[in-house]
């Protein structure tokens, strides 16, 4: 083989690597039984197409070719280890006897274990936090120091979390497959769940230096898509949209410096016509259904705002309309706070205080610094400016992010 061709055949690995590794992982999770077996054979096996391929050409099924290599290797790797463990002779054993039929992987198959892949990682057997760590890590291919830093925990923290959840689904059980149609909303909600989670991470740092994670944010998308290729649900559909949406707005949400740009002040014509392109038919597709909740929901209130070109423009009216039916199918105190913000835009300042007012003497959001935001907003709005100096105080003693305390912390100076 040429020069060129090893070339060749060299960057059609990388692009395997970086585009199908965690597609091959799922099979071999799946045929294994077992994460870090799994890990192993991928690595495994694309350190064996690059001695081979180069020789030998590309094989006519790569992804079936690399499956079957690690396959081998994991085989072979428990074999050397038996003399160890007698479980690890009987794992091989086992797998040796199986007939895998690897030639015979296609597209289908490939897509089935993905889906299986995350179900398992979003298990509702597993903690939260968990599903979140193993759904990074496992699924997306995040090392974990990267989910670490993405969460600004200790790398020896996450590494016991993901540990444990990988000892949970041994322990338990916990079957590596979709569930069956009955059981299907409960643990897709959960699945969901998880990735919006990811998301909001990344489109609203929860803590920390930046005020956004584009890292994140993209990997919630990428794996929104992947999802919504492997179960076209009405949600998948809504979520999707919902995060693409918001993630249009990412370039205009902050300055050069970092600080934060308030909705209404933001220059509309940096948000993304690509990402908004995209997401609207899927927010129509999904209330075309009438099987939709609150994540569609949700979409529609930012398709609402992408059509708009200005604070302005925007369709109040109809945001507040959908609140409303997002308290119906989805009920919750920060619905309800931004329900009474929309109604602030509609009907002015006035009417939106006094139902952030009442939300707040409910002792419901004393400690989501968002409300009291919210609160000193309004109240800086109506010049009640010794009303809005304590509600400012109070949501910059409760903030985390540093974007956020800097704008707060502005505001306070205004005042003054």
Not at 329 to 341: D, I, Y
């Given at each position: 083989m040429s020069d060129m061709a090893v070339g060749q055949v060299r960057k059609k690995i990388d692009e395997l690597y970086r585009f199908e590794s965690r597609t091959v992982y799922a099979t071999l999770v799946r045929l294994l039984g077992n994460f870090d077996f799994a890990e192993e054979a991928v690595h495994d096996a694309f350190a064996t197409a690059i001695e081979t391929w180069p020789r030998e050409g590309l094989p006519t099924n790569p992804r079936a070719w690399l499956v079957s290599a690690g396959r081998f290797k994991a085989i072979d790797a428990m074999r050397r280890r038996a003399r160890f463990d007698v479980s690890v002779a009987q794992r091989a054993h086992r797998i040796a006897a199986t007939q895998a039929n690897?030639?015979?992987?296609?597209?289908?198959?490939?897509?089935?274990?993905h889906l299986r892949l995350i179900f398992t990682c979003c298990h509702p057997a597993l903690?939260?936090?968990?599903?979140?760590?193993?759904?990074?890590?496992e699924v997306c291919g995040l090392t974990t120091e990267e989910v670490a830093h993405a969460f600004l925990s200790p790398t020896s923290t996450i590494a016991q979390r993901i540990a444990r959840g990988k000892a949970k689904i041994r322990d338990a059980k916990i079957p590596y497959e979709v569930p069956a149609l009955a059981d299907l909303p409960e643990r897709l909600e959960s699945v969901l769940s998880v990735i919006y989670l990811?998301?909001?991470?990344?489109?609203?740092?929860?803590?920390?230096?930046v005020a956004t994670r584009p890292d994140l944010s993209g990997e919630a998308i990428r794996?929104?898509?992947?999802?919504?290729?492997?179960?076209?649900?009405?949600?998948?559909?809504?979520?999707?949209?919902?995060?693409?949406?918001?993630?249009?707005?990412?370039?205009?949400?902050?300055?050069?410096?970092?600080?934060?740009?308030?909705?209404?002040?933001?220059?509309?014509?940096?948000?993304?016509?690509q990402h908004i392109a995209e997401g609207k038919p899927l927010v129509e597709?999904?209330?075309?259904?009438?099987?939709?909740?609150?994540?569609?929901?949700?979409?529609?209130?930012?398709?609402?705002?992408?059509?708009?070109?200005?604070?302005?423009?925007t369709d109040w009216t109809q945001i507040v309309a959908l609140y409303d039916v997002l308290m119906q199918?989805?009920?919750?105190?920060?619905?309800?706070?931004?329900?009474?913000?929309a109604i602030a835009m509609r009907d002015g300042p006035e009417a939106g205080l006094e139902r952030v007012d009442a939300i707040l003497a409910r002792g419901d959001l004393s400690d989501y610094h968002l409300a009291h935001a919210a609160r000193a907003e309004l109240c800086r709005r109506l010049g009640r400016v010794n009303d809005a100096r304590p509600a400012y105080e109070q949501a910059l003693a409760l903030a985390k992010q540093q974007p956020e305390r800097r704008f707060l912390e502005r505001r306070l100076q205004e005042l003054a």
């Open positions: 690897l030639e015979d992987l296609d597209e289908a198959r490939f897509r089935d274990d903690a939260p936090n968990t599903q979140v760590a193993l759904t990074l890590r990811v998301f909001n991470e990344g489109y609203s740092a929860s803590s920390g230096d794996l929104g898509r992947v999802l919504m290729d492997l179960l076209p649900d009405p949600e998948v559909m809504g979520l999707l949209a919902l995060m693409l949406l918001h993630e249009s707005r990412r370039a205009a949400r902050t300055t050069p410096d970092g600080d934060l740009i308030l909705l209404e002040d933001q220059d509309r014509s940096l948000w993304n016509p597709r999904a209330l075309a259904s009438r099987q939709f909740g609150a994540y569609t929901i949700q979409a529609a209130i930012s398709a609402v705002h992408a059509d708009a070109s200005s604070t302005a423009t199918a989805s009920p919750s105190p920060v619905v309800e706070l931004n329900r009474a913000v």
